[in-house]
Nanobody
Framework: VQVVESGGGLVQAGGSLRLSCSVS????????MGWYRQAPGKQRELVAR????????SYTAAVKGRFTISRDGAKNTIYLQMDSLKPEDTAAYYC??????????????WGQGTQVTVSS
């Protein structure tokens, strides 16, 4: 299974970036896909997640109204549109995939991370 992120970079405060994450080689059913971030010296935190059932989404309070997670199910790809970026959004962003087989066996996969740096 491969989880590949792209789209990170350096942007000024108030700017926008769009992250992409694609998963391949997965035979289990995807239950949810999401984005986590980890800033230096801090714990990894959930940013946003999209669920296969009902296409529900959830966001951490710090990014609500600024970030939008979306999914292209046909391509097993998710996106994170990040607008009105702030310096405190600076972190390595990781894609997370949760899948299961016959609702019995559960799997979790991580991407290698993509760096987002927001300058003030």
């Amino acid at each position: 299974v491969q989880v590949v992120e792209s789209g990170g970079g350096l942007v000024q405060a108030g700017g926008s970036l769009r992250l992409s994450c694609s998963v391949s080689g997965l035979t289990a059913s995807i239950d949810s896909m999401g984005w986590y971030r980890q800033a230096p010296g801090k714990q990894r935190e959930l940013v946003a997640r999209t669920f296969s059932a009902g296409s529900a989404t959830s966001y951490t309070a710090a990014v609500k109204g600024r970030f939008t997670i979306s999914r292209d199910g046909a391509k097993n790809t998710i996106y994170l549109q990040m607008d009105s970026l702030k310096p405190e959004d600076t972190a390595a962003y990781y894609c997370n995939v949760r899948a299961s087989t016959a609702a019995i066996w559960s799997y979790e996969y991580w991407g290698q991370g993509t760096q987002v740096t927001v300058s003030s």
